[in-house]
């Protein structure tokens, strides 16, 4: 098979991965190399100076031993088969960045003969291209679940970041739709990674030309929809692998059906992009906020509101703590104000040292209004004249995207006869009670 046919392939295969990202590591050229590294981010991102950064995102090989449901390179799926060798695939991403195509690489595989047979060969592959093309971009590589820990350490200190998919959020879920795979097999990777990391850190302070180990850390991938699993699974699950494996991001990908089961979705169904949105939503809530998954979610509200955001979802449900002073509030407190953002909030504070603070000044300082004014006072009185009513804090509290997404109601003809609104009336509809 030619070369740019296998490209063809390997690169549709390798779509369905959404866990790439900026690279988190800052690393100049290198005298007698090419390529660098730049913090600002890869894999059709931008830089600070305003550049697109892409990646070659390709698989080694789309054979795999295993049988996954949800997966169209699965072992009995009946579709077209390759694979590069490691000297094509370095000889590939070399050309492709002296032509200004690409600054990095994205590589993942299917599993093929065995986890060690196929990290052997993605080590293969990168040692090529950092020892023999002197090649110091970004490189993402997938670790292997179920590869020997000498060959992950090895692969570790080829790759700027790693990432061990966990595709399902729960055992039961593996179970059915992932025979091969468990949950131990896909963790025990996701620890040694961060052990390394956390020594690596040390032997950097100790010895300053110390190899260094997966320098942008790691992440990792969850399906969503896939399986009956709800947001409250989703999110604790999110929130456990930051704290126990220091992960960088975790991305979320709403199952779009490509095969026929009894096990999955069925194949008109779509994919559930709300959905992921709003986890991506919530998980910016924990990462920054400081928000715990046990506030956003619980057991009798386990799936966000597709109506409106996490935050704003919170804070309807929380109006006893509202509103707020925002020239007397704690930092913490401004944070989880819908409308204020972590850099706004922490303009409000330097800002309010020198005076206090109006409506006008919040705007300025780039404070959504549009929704804040809902929460907040300013020298202890709220915006002036502002009415509340479902239909206006609606529109207020609903993003543009989140509207798009949302199915299309029929208008309804308004009475001149219904009652007036009150306030409990209000925060139910913008819940979801109404």
Not at 139 to 165: C, E, F, T, W, Y
Not at 221 to 228: E, S
Not at 234 to 254: C, D, E, H, M, P
């Amino acid at each position: 098979m030619e070369l740019l046919d296998k490209l063809a392939i390997l690169a549709d295969a390798a779509k369905y991965d959404a866990a790439c990202t900026s690279s988190g590591v800052d690393r100049a050229g290198q005298k007698g190399g090419i390529g660098s590294a730049v913090s600002a981010g890869l894999c059709h991102s931008f830089a600070a100076d305003g550049r697109c950064i892409s990646l070659l995102k390709v698989l080694f090989t789309n054979s795999c031993i295993y049988d996954c449901k949800y997966c169209v390179n699965r072992r009995s799926n009946d579709t077209r088969r390759t694979a590069f060798t490691p000297r094509e695939l370095a000889e590939l991403t070399i050309q492709f960045y002296r032509r200004n195509y690409i600054e990095g690489l994205f590589l993942s595989s299917g599993i093929v003969k065995s986890p060690d047979y196929t990290c052997e060969q993605l080590i293969k592959t990168l040692t090529l291209l950092r020892e023999e093309y002197h090649f110091f971009g970004y490189i993402h590589v997938k670790a292997i679940p179920g590869a020997d820990d000498s060959l992950i350490q090895r692969l570790g200190l080829l790759a700027d970041r790693m990432s061990v998919n966990i595709e399902l959020p729960s055992q039961q879920g593996l179970q059915l739709l992932a025979p091969d795979k468990s949950k131990l097999a896909i963790l025990h990777p996701m620890g040694l990674i961060q052990r390394k990391v956390n020594e690596n850190s040390t032997d950097l302070v100790r010895y300053r030309h110390a190899p260094k180990f997966a320098p942008a850390g790691q992440s990792t991938q969850m399906i969503v929809g896939a399986t009956p699993d709800s947001d409250y699974q989703i999110l604790n699950l999110t929130q456990s692998l930051y704290r126990r494996f220091g992960l960088k991001r975790v991305f979320f990908s709403a199952y779009t059906p490509v095969q026929s089961d009894a096990l999955l979705p069925a194949l008109d169904t779509k994919p559930p992009l709300l959905r992921e949105h709003r986890l991506y939503q919530a998980d910016w809530l924990l990462r920054f906020y400081g928000f715990d998954a046990s506030e956003l979610l619980d057991e009798r509200h386990p799936n966000f509101n597709p109506v409106v955001d996490p935050k704003c979802n919170w804070a309807l449900n929380h109006m006893e703590q509202f509103p707020v002073e925002v020239n007397t509030a704690a930092y913490e407190m401004l944070l989880r104000v819908p409308g204020i953002g972590v850099k706004s909030a922490q303009r409000i504070v330097t800002a309010r040292r020198s005076g206090s603070l109006d409506f006008a000044g919040l705007k300025k300082i780039g404070v959504v209004l549009k929704r804040a004014q809902y929460f907040v006072t300013c020298r202890g009185k709220l915006v002036e004249g502002l009415k509340i009513t479902p239909d206006g804090a609606m529109r207020a509290l609903i993003s543009e995207r989140s509207a798009a997404m949302l199915p299309q109601n029929q208008a309804e003809q308004l009475s001149l006869f219904d009652p007036p609104p009150t306030r409990e009336d209000v925060v139910k509809c913008l819940t979801g009670q109404l």
